[in-house]
């Protein structure tokens, strides 16, 4: 063996290691602490009629002449198809964190780094790929993958994923995989409604133990689960190449996006919490309690006015609302979704006053205040448009696709990004503005340029949003499109908060809020108590499960709320008052997820970190018709992570951690008791 590393994380290990002949990097064990001390699960060098080694040997990152047969990850073609026949690596050899491994191919030049890192105190391995071509030809990259992730499964691999549509993102549902791949991916140039960039792998004899995947790249991307005939379950997780094959010319070098791996000896929620670890991480010095805001989407669409909006504001502003945000709408010419994008300056008609009188009103109730833009598209009916056709993504002589009446800016033209960035800069310099909803209501559609257009895109929107938040670092940025369709982890780097989908009636959303704790932590869960009926789930709840609901993450409300009574208003300010008791335990908490949309234990536990504090936020799922009248026990939820012998207090009820933990907490739904929010304070 030319070397071996484990690199460890807070509750898991990471060993890889050079076998002898030098051409890969391959897996030794991935687990919990301790794991690589014993054979390999994932090793094998036996027989292996009709195929190569590297077929079935759990490759970390391999070439087509390393796995030919089985699956690459690294594709450049079959007349420059690399051979590496030498390693050598750096290792932080005391904290175990970081690892380099160099491969190279003296025949054509190509040098590949392969990357890992866990950052400290999570159980997330980090994998990018640094590609450099040193050799005279130019060469052609027909795939791209940023890292092959190789999972024990004796038994069966049980897959989870999250499929969805527009308004219908984060549904969770698993596939058994027997022999075969399962493959989730997008090509929209955004990660999409369709599938989240998000898998996780189990053994079916041990479901206890979760190893899960995600890309860090807010392009297009793909993930491939195949378990092969020995029982390894290999998972390749990367870019997709739309745009055709990279080219990467002599002297050039490229870094591939990269892949996140996360293990957790605790199932799906525990790896829910591995991710929520690591995104925290992401959020660094931003993360902390979110203002409570109020968007104006749902009350008034496009019929913003500036008497309209105050109105609002000053309702919102007393039942304890921070930040007031104006969604689509304020700008000129957008009276509708046919015009005004790319012209995004404030228009007059529905401020006479101007914008910046208006924001010194809603400033003056004691509010914060945001608005809603999605600079990198634009209408046909537009100035910009007018001005600078050409700036669009486009065909010679074609005609454009129309999508949502609107064009996608190629952003990966450098006077496209620098009007971007000057337009959003130059209106967050100008006005007071706190917050910004930053949308993306299309997917790309024409190509235009030989180019690695995805690529470019994604690279020009990270070095925006880098230095928009450099510059304006007091501003929160919530990343949309049309709803969550542009939810990975290389914009929880740089969001605050995701507008996970459209659709915020309470019994959809529940199932959507569900899927996308999952993945993501709460700090970047946007959440909305709209009206009822809500627009696609009429299914009744109480205002209080909406409420619930919304305190899951970051709360928010976009009903019309000057049709709310008095009583509504005065209920609002109740659960806004004890939201922001309880936010930094939501933003800060170890997570729980207990039970599930269809099943009759429906809740999220947050343990404060320093184990004193329990918020659980419970909702009954069933049948209100009946529920408090027929005989029926109360709904027992366990909660986890509780020291048996603690005692707890919530209001006048006192239990044992103990008693949580096995027979649950109890919560009796009404037909009116829908939903509850309960504190425990641990008192012994
Ligand atoms: C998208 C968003 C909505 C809203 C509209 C405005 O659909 O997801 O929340 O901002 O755009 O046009």
Same mark, same amino acid.
């Given at each position: 063996?030319?070397?071996?590393?484990?690199?460890?994380?807070?509750?898991?290990?990471?060993?890889?290691?050079?076998?002898? $002949?030098?051409?890969?990097?391959?897996?030794?064990?991935?687990?919990?602490?301790?794991?690589?001390?014993?054979?390999?699960?994932?090793?094998?060098?036996?027989?292996?009629?009709?195929?190569?080694?590297?077929?079935?040997?759990?490759?970390?990152?391999?070439?087509?002449?390393?796995?030919?047969?089985?699956?690459?990850?690294?594709?450049?073609?079959?007349?420059?198809?690399?051979?590496?026949?030498?390693?050598?690596?750096?290792?932080?050899?005391?904290?175990?964190?970081?690892?380099?491994?160099?491969?190279?191919?003296?025949?054509?030049?190509?040098?590949?780094?392969?990357?890992? !890192?866990?950052?400290?105190?999570?159980?997330?391995?980090?994998?990018?790929?640094?590609?450099?071509?040193?050799?005279?030809?130019?060469?052609?990259?027909?795939?791209?993958?940023?890292?092959?992730?190789? &999972?024990?499964?004796? $038994?069966?691999?049980?897959?989870?994923?999250? /499929?969805?549509?527009?308004?219908?993102?984060?549904?969770?549902?698993?596939?058994?995989?027997?022999?075969?791949?399962?493959?989730?991916?997008?090509?929209?140039?955004?990660?999409?409604?369709?599938?989240?960039?998000?898998?996780?792998?189990?053994?079916?004899?041990?479901?206890?133990?979760?190893?899960?995947?995600?890309?860090?790249?807010?392009?297009?991307?793909?993930?491939?689960?195949?378990?092969?005939?020995?029982?390894?379950?290999?998972?390749?997780?990367?870019?997709?190449?739309?745009?055709?094959?990279?080219?990467?010319?002599?002297?050039?070098?490229?870094?591939?996006?990269?892949?996140?791996?996360?293990?957790?000896?605790?199932?799906?929620?525990?790896?829910? +919490?591995?991710?929520?670890?690591?995104?925290?991480?992401?959020?660094?010095?931003?993360?902390?309690?979110?203002? &409570?805001?109020?968007?104006?989407?749902?009350?008034?669409?496009?019929?913003?006015?500036?008497?309209?909006?105050?109105?609002?504001?000053?309702?919102?502003?007393?039942?304890?609302?921070?930040?007031?945000?104006?969604?689509?709408?304020?700008?000129?010419?957008?009276?509708?979704?046919?015009?005004?994008?790319?012209?995004?300056?404030?228009?007059?008609?529905?401020?006479?006053?101007?914008? %910046?009188?208006?924001?010194?009103?809603? =400033?003056?109730?004691?509010?914060?205040?945001?608005?809603?833009?999605?600079?990198?598209?634009?209408?046909?009916?537009?100035?910009?448009?007018?001005?600078?056709?050409?700036?669009?993504?486009?065909?010679?002589?074609?005609?454009?696709?129309?999508?949502?009446?609107?064009?996608?800016?190629?952003?990966?033209?450098?006077?496209?990004?620098?009007?971007?960035?000057?337009?959003?800069?130059?209106?967050?310099?100008?006005?007071?503005? %706190?917050?910004?909803?930053?949308?993306?209501?299309?997917?790309?559609?024409?190509?235009?340029?030989?180019?690695?257009?995805?690529?470019?895109?994604?690279?020009?929107?990270?070095?925006?949003?880098?230095?928009?938040? !450099?510059?304006?670092?007091?501003?929160? &940025?919530?990343?949309?499109?049309?709803?969550?369709?542009?939810? %990975?982890?290389?914009?929880?780097?740089?969001?605050?908060?995701?507008?996970?989908?459209?659709?915020?009636?309470?019994?959809?959303?529940?199932?959507?809020?569900?899927?996308?704790?999952?993945?993501?932590?709460?700090?970047?869960?946007?959440?909305?108590?709209?009206?009822?009926?809500?627009?696609?789930?009429?299914?009744?709840?109480?205002?209080?499960?909406?409420?619930?609901?919304?305190?899951?993450?970051?709360?928010?409300?976009?009903?019309?709320?000057?049709?709310?009574?008095?009583?509504?208003?005065?209920?609002?300010?109740?659960?806004?008052? =004890?939201?922001?008791?309880?936010?930094?335990?939501?933003?800060?908490?170890?997570?729980?997820?207990? *039970? *599930?949309?269809?099943?009759?234990?429906?809740?999220?536990?947050?343990?404060?970190?320093?184990?004193?504090?329990?918020?659980?936020?419970?909702?009954?799922?069933?049948?209100?018709?009946?529920?408090?009248?027929?005989?029926?026990?109360?709904?027992?939820?366990?909660? +986890?992570?509780?020291?048996?012998?603690?005692?707890?207090?919530?209001?006048? =009820?006192?239990?044992?951690?103990?008693?949580?933990?096995?027979?649950?907490?109890?919560?009796? /739904?009404?037909?009116?008791?829908?939903?509850?929010?309960?504190?425990?304070? +641990?008192?012994?």
């Amino acid at each position: 063996m030319i070397g071996r590393w484990t690199l460890r994380g807070a509750a898991s290990e990471y060993t890889v290691a050079v076998p002898d $002949h030098g051409r890969w990097l391959e897996l030794v064990a991935w687990g919990p602490p301790g794991v690589s001390d014993g054979p390999s699960p994932v090793a094998y060098d036996g027989p292996v009629p009709f195929l190569t080694g590297g077929d079935a040997a759990p490759v970390e990152h391999a070439t087509e002449t390393g796995r030919p047969f089985a699956g690459a990850d690294l594709v450049v073609g079959s007349r420059a198809a690399p051979r590496f026949t030498g390693a050598d690596a750096d290792a932080d050899g005391e904290g175990g964190h970081a690892l380099a491994v160099r491969f190279a191919d003296d025949v054509n030049g190509l040098r590949v780094t392969l990357h890992y !890192r866990i950052p400290p105190g999570t159980d997330v391995v980090e994998r990018w790929v640094e590609l450099a071509n040193d050799g005279p030809e130019p060469l052609r990259l027909e795939r791209a993958g940023s890292a092959g992730f190789s &999972v024990p499964t004796p $038994h069966g691999a049980r897959v989870s994923y999250q /499929w969805g549509q527009w308004a219908q993102e984060f549904q969770l549902d698993h596939v058994d995989l027997g022999h075969g791949a399962f493959l989730v991916g997008s090509a929209q140039g955004v990660p999409g409604h369709r599938y989240a960039p998000w898998l996780a792998v189990r053994d079916r004899g041990d479901e206890a133990q979760a190893w899960g995947f995600a890309l860090a790249w807010t392009g297009s991307w793909e993930i491939e689960a195949e378990r092969d005939t020995g029982g390894l379950t290999r998972v390749r997780v990367g870019r997709r190449l739309v745009d055709g094959p990279l080219e990467l010319a002599p002297g050039e070098r490229l870094t591939l996006p990269t892949a996140a791996g996360a293990f957790s000896a605790e199932g799906l929620a525990g790896l829910a +919490r591995a991710w929520h670890g690591y995104q925290r991480r992401l959020a660094g010095e931003r993360l902390g309690a979110r203002p &409570v805001l109020y968007n104006s989407w749902e009350a008034t669409y496009f019929a913003v006015d500036a008497g309209g909006q105050l109105e609002l504001a000053r309702i919102a502003a007393e039942i304890g609302v921070e930040t007031f945000v104006v969604d689509d709408g304020w700008f000129t010419g957008r009276d509708d979704d046919t015009a005004g994008l790319g012209d995004w300056t404030p228009d007059p008609a529905k401020f006479p006053g101007g914008l %910046d009188a208006f924001v010194a009103d809603v =400033r003056g109730l004691g509010l914060r205040f945001g608005l809603w833009i999605e600079p990198e598209c634009v209408n046909p009916r537009s100035r910009l448009y007018a001005e600078h056709p050409g700036w669009v993504y486009s065909v010679d002589g074609r005609p454009l696709t129309e999508i949502r009446n609107q064009y996608l800016l190629d952003l990966g033209r450098p006077e496209v990004a620098e009007w971007v960035h000057g337009t959003v800069d130059g209106l967050l310099r100008k006005h007071a503005i %706190d917050y910004l909803k930053w949308d993306f209501n299309r997917p790309r559609t024409e190509a235009g340029r030989a180019a690695d257009i995805d690529g470019g895109h994604v690279t020009n929107l990270y070095r925006v949003l880098d230095e928009l938040r !450099r510059d304006h670092p007091h501003v929160l &940025v919530e990343a949309c499109a049309g709803g969550g369709a542009r939810t %990975d982890l290389g914009m929880a780097a740089r969001a605050d908060v995701f507008w996970p989908s459209d659709n915020t009636g309470p019994l959809d959303r529940l199932a959507i809020q569900h899927g996308f704790l999952h993945a993501n932590a709460p700090h970047l869960l946007s959440s909305w108590v709209t009206d009822a009926p809500g627009l696609f789930d009429p299914r009744p709840r109480s205002l209080a499960f909406r409420f619930v609901l919304a305190m899951a993450g970051v709360l928010g409300v976009g009903a019309d709320i000057r049709h709310w009574s008095a009583g509504q208003r005065a209920e609002a300010a109740g659960w806004i008052r =004890r939201y922001k008791e309880i936010r930094d335990i939501v933003v800060h908490g170890s997570v729980h997820l207990i *039970g *599930g949309p269809g099943q009759d234990r429906c809740a999220v536990q947050y343990t404060a970190p320093d184990e004193r504090t329990v918020v659980v936020l419970a909702w009954h799922t069933g049948r209100l018709d009946g529920a408090g009248l027929l005989p029926a026990r109360p709904v027992r939820l366990p909660l +986890r992570g509780l020291a048996p012998a603690a005692r707890y207090r919530a209001g006048e =009820r006192q239990f044992s951690g103990s008693h949580l933990g096995s027979v649950g907490l109890p919560v009796q /739904w009404t037909a009116t008791h829908d939903a509850d929010a309960v504190v425990l304070h +641990r008192i012994a």
